[in-house]
């Protein structure tokens, strides 16, 4: 492995994201390696008009290290004005499409973006919100809505017409390159301040992890403001030379048909979108789509070994996060269905207790983690210094989540700290209840969660979704539960909601579900239900 922030692709030294597309454009800048939305763009059309991005930006007052927030659907537009930010040497705050009201303003006012460029559909958004630091919006589509007072409005297109600049601004590795708010499921979303060094880092990790060449087609559905398509999809396919299909969204029905038209060799994925092909009807088709790699995480050892035997695709499971990119990864050759995998070899992963002592192989505690060389993981959340120090004490960055190891260094993820149940002394895993439940017919989603019990601690609660027209089948959830987890981990309390409570990046507030407490359509199994171990024989 090369030093970190550099990437030796055929002789071809990286320390920028910038530097990525340029080598690209020169390499094969007229091939049409991306497509999004069914639009093909190739690298050296993305680098002609990045100049000109920049050139805008620059013109309007733009300086080096000002914000400049992102909103866009998956358009060769976004990738444009993407790389046109960071050519003025400007941050790039990528906003989530589905974000309006008081979670948008926050990010804005935050953030102090004084650019947002966006389409035309979001520019309404904005009216009302207290913005101080907003001064001009720029609207890709139809023409300029009307924006609030004392804020400029530009088209996109009027952006593009701008004399490109004659040369990018300096740009060095641990520049800031953007802040990626995180889903708030707790609070306001946080904004992780990432360099240029730490957004290589991720997408190096993924190539070197996925062995990617030039032969390879990659698909991802996942939305641009997102690391997984920034870096692990775009940046990854720009370094080593592979086609990139960028898709708006996933359709599960269609997708291996996708994978075929497309000659798709290899996708990102989420353990919820494997479990949602798993569970569509058996065809022939399964096989035979030439899709041989996949990489992603959240995926429970069962439904892992069920699918690559049912599709013929090999799964990489990995342990990531917005913060610190690929920390754990389960590669080619060194593999073990069910775990996250075993440290990268540029980090230290270990679990550790709530004093950060490390724990024992086989207990669980919190997943930690430290780089072997700086400048490769967030360099603080965005004007929150108090949260910085907290994740990044003793040394150490502090993920939130529970796992264990085992005796070989293989690591398996449990549940987020703060999703973990509490029952009569024994710890239970919400994730390990709801990878259980995901496996049933019928069942759309689920999120398990404690409730309080009249005897202290926690009781363990299930809200389920249900497909439409399918009613509970109780006596087969609590049958499947009782067969799979620890007698402790049985529900107790069952809901059945037409939706989950969560944020616009659809992760699920089980703050909200816990709020709600035990509702008056749950069904209460009773407090014997699941409070002592079956007797033995």
Same mark, same amino acid.
């Given at each position: ?26 390499? #094969?800048?007229? @091939? ?43 358009? =060769? ?10 050519? /003025? ?53 139809? /023409? ?11 088209? !996109? ?6 004399? =490109? ?52 087609? !990659? ?83 069962? !439904? ?9 695709? &090999? ?7 917005? %913060? ?10 060194? @593999? ?16 550790? *207790? ?25 360099? %603080?959340?965005? /004007? ?60 759309? %989603?689920? /999120? ?9 601690? *926690? ?23 009782? %067969? ?31 709020? #709600? ?10 407090? &014997? ?9």
């Amino acid at each position: 492995m090369n030093g970190m922030g550099e990437i030796d692709q055929k002789g071809q030294r990286f320390e920028t994201v910038l530097e990525v597309l340029d080598h690209a454009a020169a390499r #094969d800048g007229e @091939r049409a390696t991306l497509n999004c939305a069914g639009r093909d763009i190739s690298s050296a059309r993305i680098q002609a008009d990045s100049y000109r991005i920049a050139a805008a930006l620059t013109g309007w007052g733009i300086e080096a290290g000002d914000r400049v927030a992102l909103m866009m659907g998956n358009v =060769p537009e976004f990738l444009i004005s993407w790389f046109g930010i960071l050519r /003025a040497g400007v941050v790039e705050v990528p906003v989530h499409s589905a974000y309006r009201g008081l979670l948008l303003e926050h990010i804005l006012r935050e953030s102090g973006a004084r650019v947002l460029i966006c389409d035309a559909e979001f520019v309404e958004r904005i009216d009302g919100l207290d913005t101080p630091a907003l001064e001009r919006v720029v609207v890709r589509g139809e /023409a300029v809505a009307e924006v609030p007072a004392g804020i400029e409005a530009t088209t !996109l297109e009027e952006a593009l017409a701008t004399e =490109p600049l004659s040369e990018s601004r300096v740009i060095l590795p641990d520049d800031v390159a953007c802040i990626l708010y995180t889903s708030g499921t707790t609070g306001p979303s946080k904004g992780a301040v990432l360099s240029h060094r730490a957004n290589l880092q991720l997408a190096k990790a993924n190539v070197e992890l996925m062995e990617y060449t030039s032969d390879d087609v !990659l698909y991802t559905a996942f939305p641009l403001f997102h690391v997984n398509a920034k870096f692990t999809s775009v940046v990854s396919s720009l370094i080593s030379g592979a086609r990139l299909v960028l898709d708006e969204r996933l359709s599960a029905s269609r997708f291996w048909e996708i994978m075929r038209e497309n000659g798709i060799t290899s996708f990102n994925y989420m353990g919820t979108m494997l479990s949602m092909l798993a569970k569509q009807p058996v065809k022939d088709g399964d096989s035979g789509h030439g899709v041989i790699k996949a990489y992603g995480g959240g995926c429970d050892g069962a !439904l892992w070994v069920e699918f690559e035997e049912r599709f013929g695709v &090999r799964l990489h499971e990995h342990y990531g996060m917005t %913060e610190i990119g690929i920390a754990t990864w389960n590669t080619r050759t060194v @593999r073990r269905p069910g775990s996250c995998g075993r440290a990268v070899p540029y980090f230290e992963v270990r679990v550790a *207790d709530g004093l950060d002592i490390e724990s024992p192989v086989g207990e669980v505690g919190e997943l930690q983690v430290r780089s072997r060389e700086a400048g490769t993981i967030l360099r %603080e959340y965005w /004007a929150r210094p108090e949260e910085t120090i907290n994740a990044t004490r003793n040394l150490w960055f502090h993920t939130g989540d529970r796992a264990w190891k085992d005796e070989d260094g293989f690591f398996f993820y449990v549940d987020r700290l703060k999703d973990s149940i509490r029952r009569r002394g024994e710890n239970v895993s919400a994730w390990e209840i709801e990878s259980v439940l995901d496996a049933l017919p019928g069942i759309v %989603e689920c /999120a398990a969660y404690g409730v309080p019990s009249d005897l202290g601690e *926690d009781e363990v609660m299930v809200a389920l979704v249900l497909e439409l027209g399918t009613e509970l089948d109780l006596e087969a959830v609590i049958a499947r539960c009782s %067969e799979r987890l620890a007698y402790f981990a049985v529900p107790r309390y069952v809901r059945v909601c037409e939706q989950l409570p969560k944020t616009p990046s659809q992760r699920v507030q089980k703050f909200r579900l816990r709020e #709600d407490g035990v509702t008056a359509d749950t069904i209460d199994r009773g407090e &014997r239900a699941t409070a002592r171990p079956p007797a033995s024989n």
